[in-house]
């Protein structure tokens, strides 16, 4: 809940200050280690079905539903296993569409490891990835066909706050954007224990 509070008091903070895309989301930049305390839900899986939802008629706009296939749950509740599904507000109709900027995207066949955090109660209960798109971490193959995650954060600008001043500032890309798949997963689980 934290980091979603900081997502939009940030992009509202800065909306009018730093002189960014429109079609960007200016998020906090959050260390993977923060983000992996902040989630409530890590799975590993791949998405198996993406659907869009007319939610006009109540008022809510366009949504788009995903449906994961869990290879693993590494934090969270273990009732994920096999299928999970989440929403997310954004999508695109025949004659009508949406966009969601800073939120990552997400494709039937697509391998990610995820990090969501929990928002609402009751009906309006759900997941938001963590960190905006930066809880999104695709699996691909590197040039020696090992898999590797990556994440893509061009639909979203990076702030850090200045230690001396307090001000905010464009932060810099993450050092690492690509690692190994296994030892990434390793590095998480490890995490995930030391903080139980």
Known sequence: ??????????????????????????????????????????????????????????GRGVWTRFAFKVREVIKGPRAIRGRFEFEMPGGVLADYGQ???????????EEVVLMLEA???????????????QGKFGVTRDRARRKVVTRQLDSVHLVERDGTTGRLRAARPPRQTTARLVPFLKTVRAQVEVAR
């Open 1 to 58: 809940m934290l980091c979603r509070r900081l997502l939009i008091v940030i992009a509202l903070a800065t909306s009018c200050v730093l002189p960014f895309d429109a079609a960007a989301l200016t998020v906090l930049s959050v260390p993977t280690a923060e983000l992996i305390e902040s989630s409530a839900v890590i799975f590993h899986g791949d998405c198996v079905d993406v659907r869009v939802l007319d939610r006009r008629a109540q």
């Open 99 to 109: 966009l969601t900027p800073g939120m990552p995207t997400f494709r039937a066949g």
């Open 119 to 133: 928002f609402g109660s009751g009906e309006t209960a759900g997941f938001v990835p963590t960190g905006a798109a």
